[in-house]
C-alpha cells in the first residue's frame, strides 16, 4: 500500500506509467472530500494530487483561469472574489453531507465530477465552463485538449468528456476553466407556505417570465428550518434568487411579487442572508446529518420532480427537497435501505433522468448501482470508451460501473 | 484543390455502385435515394465552395429506422458515409467522398414536442437554427445560440459544429443549450444521451458528440433549451483611433463586471466595405468599430449603456452612438450582419477564416496580419467576435487570377498558425472539417491527435463516418490500441511517498 504525491505534472505522468507497466490500479485522490461517492475502491496504490497545487494563470480582462488540479477550490475562490469574478457554475461542496470538513475539494475534483449548484439552470455545470485541460491517461500518456479561449471547436471535446468521469479515464494535471464576474447585487424572494405542486408551478412560472431568476428550490415544511442556521423558520419555503446590478435586480424582484402576489406570503432576503441560504441548498445541508442514512440525487425533468416523489411517499419514508426548478431531487431514506430499484423504476416513469447514490454505507455503495444503469448500447459505448483510455483499468477501476475493465484483473468487485 | 489529400477511394465499392444504390432504394423507398450525376450536383459541396466532389450516392432517409439500416448496411460493407445538415459548414464538414453515400438529413424536419413549463423544445435534426425560434417566440420564448447561417443551417449540423453566433458570450455556444440527442452509430446502433434533465449520468458523451462534426455519429432528434426573451436590446456604436484602444474597451467592460449581449468589433477595411453597401452610418475616420448590445429589462439596459458610455470615453473613443429606438439598433446591426457580403462587392472572391485569440493580443495579431498582407499582396478586411476573442478575417482574392486562391489559402493558414501562436486556437465556430485538418499539427502534437482518434475509435472502429475530415492522418484503430509500455521502474525514485 503506498501513497504517491507528486509535485509536478511530470511526476504524475512517471508515476501512472509505472503503474501501467506494474498493471496495478491506482486510486486517484485531490482531497478526498468525495471519497465516500462510488462504489467503493481496492486498489493497492493510491496517487495523492493535493501537493500538485497552483494556479498558473490567471487573467481577469480575459475571464480565464489556469490551475494544477489539485489546487483547493477554496484558494481559487478567494482568489476570484478578490477580483469580483466567481466560478458562476458554483461548485458545490459534498463535505458537510459526507461527514467531512467543510471547504475542502480541489479544482481537478470539481471537473471529475463535473460539480455544479443552484445557478445550474442559469450558468451550467463544470463542464460548460471548463476550456483546457491537460491530463495523463490510463495508457500512461499525457495529452491536451481545448485552450484557453471560450470559443474553439478544435478537435473533439475531450475536455467535457473528462466531466463527471470520476477518476476513470485520466488523471488531470491541469486545468483552465472560463470565469465570470460575480454578480453585484442578490436578492431571493421567498414565497412561503406552498405544497410541493404548488410550488412547482410557481416556479415554472418564475422561470418563463422574463426575471432571469437565476435559481429555483423548494424547501418543504420542516426542511426550511434546516438551511442558514433556521433563519427561514419551518414553513415550506420556494425560493427565487435574482443576480445583477442594483437598478435591475430591483426591478426584477418587483415583477416577481406582482406575479405571486396571490401565491402565499411573500419574504424578501438579500445580501448575505440571501448567499447563506443558496449556500445551505447547494451543500444538501438539510441532509447533513452526521448519519449514513442513504441520500439520493435524482436529475429529471423539472415538473415531474415532485410527482415522482409523491409516488414514492407511498412506498418508502422519505425526506425530500428540489433544486433547478424541481429538477433536481434531493432525496433521504429514512429507513436506511436504498430502494435503488423502487426510485429508478419511478424515475423511468416520470421522463427519465438519473439518480446518483451520493451517501450510503460502504455495503451498500457495493451492493447497489451508484451511478444510474445506462441502457444497453449506451453501456457498451461509454465501456469501449473507458478501454480507449485506460485499457488496463489502472485508474479508479470500478468505481463508476462494475466490471467495467476490472474483472480482468481480479480485483473483488 | 492545393493538394488537399483525400481518402483513397475503395475499388470494391465504386465497382459495386449499382447494387449500393438498388439496396439503398430497399430501405429508403419514394424519392430519398439519388443517383443521377445531375441532380447530386446539388449536394457535391457545402459552405466551403473551393471543393467540390460528388458522391456515390445521395440518401434522404426519413425515418431513424432508415438511418439505422443504412448505418449497419454499411457498416457490414465497409462503405463510408458522410452526413449533411443543410450543407452550410464553412469548413468543407459535409464534403462528400466519391466512394462515400451522402446521408442527408433534410427530411428529418418537424418539430416534435414544445415544453415551456419546463422549457425545452424537441426537434428532428433538420429543423432551421431559426425554424425553433419561429416555433416558440409567440410565447415570447427563443432558442439562444444564433450562428450567422440560422436561416438556413440545420440544428442537427449546429450540433455537429458546436455552433455559436454573436449572442455567446452571455447566452452559450450550442454545447451550453443542448440537453439531449438521440443519435445512431456506424454499426446501426441507437443510442439516447440526455433529454430534459440536466447532466450525464455517466461520461458526458453529449459534450464530445457537440462539435465531432459528424465523425462518431448521425444525430436523429435533438433536445434544446430556450429562453425567454430579454425585454429590451440596445446597442452603442463606438468608435477608436487605433484598435488597441477598442480592445482595452472591452477589457474594460468586462472588468467592470458586464457581459453584454453582444460585442462585436471591425477593422478599417471592414467597416469601409461595410457602409459602403448599407450606408450604416459609420464613421469612416476610426480604425476600429465596436458595437456593444446590452440586453434585459429597460432599467438595467439604461444603466449599463451609460456605464459603458463612460468606460468608451475613458479609452478615448471618437465617436459613440447609442441607438434611441429598435430601428436604430439594427440600423447598428446592419453594417455589421452585411459584411461577409460587403467585402465580397470589393473583391471578387473572399476566403474566411475562423481563429480564436486571447483579446488582449489583437493588436499584436492585427499588426501580423498586415505584415502577411504585404508578404502575400492579398487584403485582408477583419470582423471580430470581440468578447471572446473569435476573429473572422476575410482574406481578398481572385479566383481567375492563376495562383491567388493558393495565395489566399497559406496566407489564412499563416493567419491560424499565428492565432496558435499567441495562445489561441485554429478554429473558434466554424469547424476543422477538411479545410484545416492539416494544420491540427500546429495545435496538437501526435499523441494528443491519437488520443482524440480512439475517442473515434470507440464509436466507429474502421473509419467509416466522414472520414478525411478532421484527423490529418488516419490511423488504424488496432494500432492506436497498441500499448508501449517501457519498463517497470520509477523514473520519479524521489517522489514523496508513503
Known sequence: ?413 | MSGLAMPKPDDATMRRRDEIVADMRIIVPGEGVVDAANAMRAFESDGLTAYRQLPLVVVLPETVAQVSRVLKYCNDRNIRVVPRGSGTSLSGGALPLEDAVLLVMSRFNRILEIDFPNRVVVVQPGVTNLGITTAVEQEGFYYAPDPSSQIACSIGGNVAENSGGVHCLKYGLTANNVLGIEMVLMNGEVVRLGGSHLDAEGYDLLGVMTGSEGLLGVVTEVTVRILKKPETARALLIGFPTSEQGGQCVADIIGAGIIPGGMEMMDRPAIHAAEDFVHAGYPLDVEALLIVELDGPGVEVDHLITAVEAIAIRNGSTTCRISQSEQERLSFWAGRKAAFPAVGRISPDYYCMDGTIPRKELPRVLAGMRELSEKYGLGVANVFHAGDGNLHPLILYDANVPGELDKAESFGADILRLCVKVGGVLTGEHGVGVEKRDLMPEMFNQIDLDQQMRVKCAFDPNHLLNPGKVFPQLRRCAELGRMHISGGKLPFPDIPRF
Open chain 1, 1 to 413: 500500500m503506498t501513497t504517491f504525491t507528486p509535485t509536478t505534472s511530470d511526476e504524475v505522468l512517471s508515476t501512472v506509467a509505472w503503474a501501467v507497466a506494474e498493471e496495478s490500479p491506482l486510486e486517484i485522490l485531490g482531497h478526498g472530500s468525495k471519497r465516500g461517492i462510488g462504489r467503493p475502491l481496492q486498489t493497492e496504490h493510491t496517487l495523492d494530487l493535493s501537493k500538485l497545487t497552483g494556479v498558473t494563470l490567471y487573467e481577469p480582462a480575459e475571464l480565464v483561469l489556469s490551475a494544477k488540479a489539485g489546487t483547493p477550490l477554496a484558494e481559487i475562490e478567494r482568489l476570484l472574489a478578490e477580483n469580483g469574478q466567481q466560478l458562476a457554475f458554483e461548485p458545490m461542496d459534498y463535505g458537510p453531507l459526507l461527514g467531512g470538513e467543510p471547504g475542502k475539494g480541489t479544482i481537478g475534483g470539481v471537473l471529475a465530477a463535473n460539480l455544479s449548484g443552484p445557478r445550474r439552470l442559469k450558468a451550467g455545470a463544470a463542464r460548460d465552463h471548463i476550456l483546457g485541460i491537460n491530463v495523463v491517461s490510463g495508457r500512461g500518456e499525457a495529452f491536451k485538449s481545448g485552450g484557453r479561449v471560450v470559443k474553439n471547436v478544435t478537435g473533439y471535446d475531450m475536455s467535457k468528456l473528462m466531466a463527471n468521469s470520476w477518476g476513470t479515464l485520466a488523471v488531470f494535471t491541469d486545468v483552465t476553466f472560463k470565469v465570470l464576474p460575480a454578480a453585484e447585487t442578490e436578492v431571493t424572494l421567498a414565497i412561503r407556505g406552498l405544497l410541493d405542486d404548488a410550488a412547482a408551478s410557481a416556479m415554472a412560472l418564475a422561470l418563463g417570465c422574463s426575471a432571469e431568476v437565476s435559481s429555483a428550490a423548494h424547501l418543504p415544511e420542516r426542511i426550511a428550518a434546516r438551511v442558514a442556521g433556521g433563519t427561514l423558520g419551518s414553513d415550506a419555503a420556494t425560493l427565487l434568487r435574482v443576480e445583477g446590478f442594483g437598478p435591475s435586480v430591483a426591478y426584477r424582484i418587483a415583477a416577481l411579487k406582482t406575479l405571486f402576489a396571490n401565491a402565499g406570503p411573500l419574504q424578501e432576503i438579500s445580501g448575505e442572508a440571501s448567499r447563506l441560504i443558496w449556500r445551505d441548498v447547494r451543500d444538501i445541508r438539510p441532509f447533513a446529518d452526521g448519519s449514513e442514512k442513504p441520500v439520493w440525487r435524482v436529475s429529471m425533468t423539472p415538473s415531474q420532480g415532485h410527482q415522482m416523489v409523491l409516488t414514492l411517499r407511498m412506498q418508502a419514508a422519505v425526506s425530500a427537497f428540489y433544486d433547478w426548478q424541481g429538477g433536481l431531487v434531493w432525496l433521504r431514506m429514512e429507513e436506511g435501505d436504498p430502494e435503488a430499484a423502487l426510485l429508478r423504476g419511478l424515475l423511468r416513469k416520470h421522463g427519465g433522468g438519473h439518480a446518483t447514490l451520493v451517501r450510503a454505507a460502504p455495503a451498500h455503495r457495493a451492493a447497489v448501482p451508484v451511478f444510474e444503469p445506462q441502457a444497453p448500447h449506451l453501456a457498451a459505448l461509454s465501456a469501449r470508451l473507458k478501454a480507449e483510455f485506460d485499457p488496463k483499468a489502472i485508474l479508479n477501476p470500478g468505481r463508476m460501473a462494475p466490471g467495467v475493465g476490472s474483472a480482468t484483473l481480479g480485483i473483488a468487485t
